[in-house]
Every structure is written in C-alpha cells, then in structure tokens.
C-alpha cells in the first residue's frame, strides 16, 4: 500500500506495521519481501526487517533476515537502492553481518542485480533459491 503525506511517498510495512517513507532503498527492501512471502512462500512471521546486531562493538543493522521454522537463521538479505553498484564492499558488508548471524544463505541485491551466496561461495541463482 502507497499514500502520499506532503508530497512525500510513503509505503505501508507489513512486517513492522507502520508506515515508512519510500526511499530508493525501501522500494527494493519491500519488494524483496513481496517476492519471499509471495513466490517463495515465507511466512511474515519469520521475516525480521531492519534489526540492531552487535560488530566488533560496532551497532549495525541488518535489511531483512528470515528465520527457519527452528527459528535458526536461514537467510540475510542486503538492500542496496537500484542505482548503487553491487560492489566488493557490498558483498564484504554482507558477509561480516554473516558472521554475527551466521545464515545459511546471503541476498545481495539492487533491485535490479542479485546474487545469492551459499555458504558465503556463489553457488545459486535466484530462480533456484529455496528454503530448503
């Protein structure tokens, strides 16, 4: 859901329950979770958006993280808005916020871009990428 407020869009979060202001980065963050809770059939109640972890005494936050039925970490997702390049400092952020939540699988993506590591390797594509 969309409305405006002062001109200013803003996109209803269904995982937070609040209204937030539609950034670039945003817009892909909720379209990642329509595609895991729609074409993936991830519950949103094991979908976890924009949570506070502890780095190396650094607080960082995490963009989406979604959690086995187990409640063990199966999937971290990085959201870059669509006009910044998925470069090696986007894949090395990725991988330390790993090494806290220690996922299974890693997302990073634009919006436009993807790529899903296994394990911290490229092993996958998208099309492939499961909950297995």
Known sequence: MLKKVNDKPFVFDSIRKKWLVL????????HVVSYLVKEKNIP??????????????????YDIVVYKNDLSIYLIVECK???VELSEATFEQALRYNLILN?????????????????????????NFGMN
């Open 81 to 83: 808005a669509p006009y």
């Open 23 to 30: 950034t670039p980065e945003e817009w892909v963050r909720q």
């Open 103 to 127: 996922a299974k699988f890693v997302l990073i993506t634009n919006g436009l871009k993807q790529l899903v590591l296994k394990e911290n390797k490229r092993v996958i594509d998208l099309e």
């Open 44 to 61: 949103e109640s094991l979908i976890s958006i924009e949570k506070e972890i502890n780095l190396n005494g650094t607080k960082r936050r």
